[in-house]
């Protein structure tokens, strides 16, 4: 249930509001640094499937125990923002907000608790928050929100092309965008079904092998990529005006 793509869908929906903000404040090579950090900061916490990912393709109900602890911890967000203001300032606050974002999400949305002030818990001190630790779901639906990642990667990369045909930016890469948004369709079929049939610690094996090793990874390249148009929120100008 990481739904890596719903938060890269929260970071650029978040990028015109902050542009908007700080237009008048911020120039415009360093909003457009913040920015990219934001939808950046959104993703980078999930990252920590990388040095899990043996453990997921084994035993995930084990990986997912250690899911959601250092890197979604307000700690690590402020070392990776303090790191990074040696670089530039408003990248730091940009990736160091995106990160913040991405733990008070997975607080709200997902049935599992966030280890948000790690490492306390291993000194005895309660350092979990989990809003929904009286709530049980039913294996199938926990395997159906596994199944929607493919959905929430679709949904972002679908908006992405959006923003890009709006900005006229990453042209040359819509083509092969468009082929990777319809690859989620097709496992979003694929998986929707296997949800209901599969037991879940299978159905989050194969899960989690396919994410891990190649749907995760291509999100970020994907992000990486179309970063001429995450940095247009920042000029707030469509194609159209320019042609103007």
Partial sequence: ???AG????VGVASAGPVNKVLKKKVSLENRKLLIWGLVLGNLIPDADFFLLGPAYLFDAELAMGFHRTFSHSILFIVLVALIMAFKN????VGLGVGMLMHALFDMLI??????FLWPLGMFGVSSTVYI????????????????????????????LGKKAREFGTNEEFLPLLAKWTRLQWLFLVIFVPLAFVLP???????????????FFPLSLYITVKMRPTIEAFAEGIHSRDVSV
């Fill in 6 to 9: 719903l938060h890269g869908i």
């Fill in 89 to 92: 300032r408003y990248l730091a």
């Fill in 1 to 3: 249930m990481a739904q």
């Fill in 110 to 115: 997902w049935f599992s608790s966030v280890d």
């Fill in 200 to 214: 879940l610690w299978l159905f989050n094996i194969a899960h989690y092998a396919f994410f891990i090793l190649f």
């Fill in 132 to 159: 929904w630790a009286n709530v049980s779901i039913p294996e199938y639906l926990s395997a159906l929100m596994g199944a929607f990642d493919y959905l929430a990667f679709g949904l972002y990369y679908l908006y």
